[in-house]
């Protein structure tokens, strides 16, 4: 029997209701059947790959659109730009204790710390702030300008 629009409405409103009158038994049975539910998600995901896939697609793109201003304007935001430069750090394999006092020192130094030329702030120009690290260690170094980062080689 197909489920009319009604049919679904009722449906959902009563899995909403069972959820919220047995949310401590529910609870209960997750946790007692942890290996199972492992199992069961590991099963799903493995049988609705493409559904799933279908899924985040549908949801990113409706993301994007429902929110185009608040992503804008996040983008711009001093946590957005600290987030995205300590991403990109450890994407390209810097290693550190403590990332916030790292990128507190990155943001605070004004002048290159070998050739002493002042830094800025952005993607182009050879005077541009860079953080120095070992690429064998990934350990941090300097935070130079881009024309004493390539020299150092």
Not at 42 to 62: G, P, S
Not at 100 to 113: G, P, S, T, W
């Amino acid at each position: 029997m197909p489920l009319t629009e009604a049919n679904k409405e009722k449906k959902k409103q009563y899995n909403k209701e069972y959820r919220e009158a047995n949310k401590e038994k529910i609870k209960e049975y997750r946790e007692a059947n942890k290996e199972k539910m492992k199992e069961y998600k590991k099963d799903y995901r493995e049988n609705n790959k493409d559904k799933i896939k279908e899924y985040k697609k549908e949801y990113d793109k409706h993301y994007r659109e429902n929110n185009k201003e608040y992503i804008k304007e996040y983008n711009k935001t001093e946590t957005c730009k600290k987030s995205k430069r300590i991403s990109g750090w450890k994407k390209s394999g810097v290693i550190s204790d403590d990332y916030d006092k790292l990128y507190e020192m990155y943001i605070n130094v004004k002048n290159c710390e070998k050739c002493n030329i002042e830094l800025v702030e952005g993607l182009y120009g050879n005077n541009k702030r860079v953080l120095d690290h070992c690429h064998k260690t990934g350990q941090f170094r300097n935070i130079l300008c881009h024309t004493c980062n390539i020299r150092r080689g």
